[in-house]
């Protein structure tokens, strides 16, 4: 059965050896300018298709200026252009002024108050003195006996009744030792929040400590009155299992938004505190070696 191609091959002829080296040789490379079907005609080199146009030449889509006029930067590795940092600036505050919730920053370490009452494996996530408007009550009393009594001292002094003179003195002593008691037991009552529990912390003789775990807290709430929502101070409600709890009402905390968000945040997304903490702490202390 002969070969479609021809007769066959025959080494000493040589013609039949030229043939063979020219159909063995290999095919060279491609190069535009060999021939005309891929030379310069429209649709692969010079045409306004694949080079000059606007979606992949230097039109606004994929250039290196965008719509607004802005220069972007081209990521070689992902093929997207990238954001400067004067747009991310833009994004972080909308038409209106409002920006991101942005959480206020907390002590590193707790106070000597408040470290005795924590154990190693807990994390402490802040404290908070009670708003000072819980201490209105107490100091309109010092004033007021200041204005009342000194005002009778000096009445009594000239009627010539020494002895009432004395007592009303003792009397504002009195009145004003019991203010400084305040002021001291407002300064020592303090609201803590861990990774697994909420506590306050009051009393200068008799200490009293409060505490609620986060798991048992089944509803939380907090209420302002017209005046807190002025004060920026409000009241908070724990609910654990319907029971009443030593720790149910807090009156008077400061920033209630900011601490109800810190306490829902850490009964509900932990994971999330620990990352924002971690890289807060690891820009800390680039910013040092720096």
């Avoid at 021809?6 to 043939?19: A, K, L, T």
């Avoid at 959480?103 to 370490?109: A, Q, T």
């Avoid at 309109?140 to 001292?153: D, E, K, M, Q, W």
């Amino acid at each position: 059965m002969g070969s479609p191609s021809g007769p066959p091959f025959n080494p000493d002829d040589p013609d039949d050896r030229e043939r063979r080296e020219r159909d063995t040789e290999p095919i060279p490379p491609y190069r535009p300018d060999d021939g005309p079907g891929y030379g310069a005609g429209p649709g692969l080199s010079d045409g306004p298709s694949l080079s000059d146009d606007a979606g992949y030449g230097a039109g606004a889509g994929y250039a290196s200026e965008s719509r607004s006029g802005r220069a972007w930067v081209r990521d070689p590795e992902a093929g997207y252009p990238s954001i400067s940092e004067e747009e991310l600036a833009g994004l972080r505050a909308d038409a209106a002024g409002m920006t991101p919730r942005r959480v206020l920053p907390l002590e590193d370490e707790p106070s000597s108050l408040v470290a005795r009452y924590l154990f190693p494996t807990e994390r402490y996530r802040g404290e908070w003195k009670r708003h000072w408007v819980h201490l209105t009550t107490p100091l309109l009393i010092g004033v007021a006996a200041t204005f009342v009594l000194g005002y009778l001292s000096g009445f009594l002094a000239g009627q010539d009744v020494g002895a009432l003179t004395t007592i009303a003195v003792l009397l504002w002593f009195a009145v004003m030792g019991w203010v400084a008691w305040k002021v001291a037991d407002w300064w020592y009552d303090r609201f803590i929040l861990t990774n697994k529990r909420v506590m306050v912390v009051n009393g200068i003789i008799t200490r009293q400590v409060a505490m609620m775990p986060l798991v048992r807290v089944t509803d939380m709430k907090y209420e302002q009155t017209p005046a807190g929502r002025a004060l920026n101070y409000g009241t908070f409600v724990l609910e654990s299992a319907g029971q009443e709890q030593a720790l149910r009402e807090i009156k008077n905390l400061p920033n209630p938004n900011e601490l109800y968000l810190r306490v829902v945040e850490e009964m509900y997304e932990p994971q999330a505190v620990e990352a924002r903490l971690g890289k807060e702490a690891d820009e800390a202390k680039a910013d040092d070696g720096a």
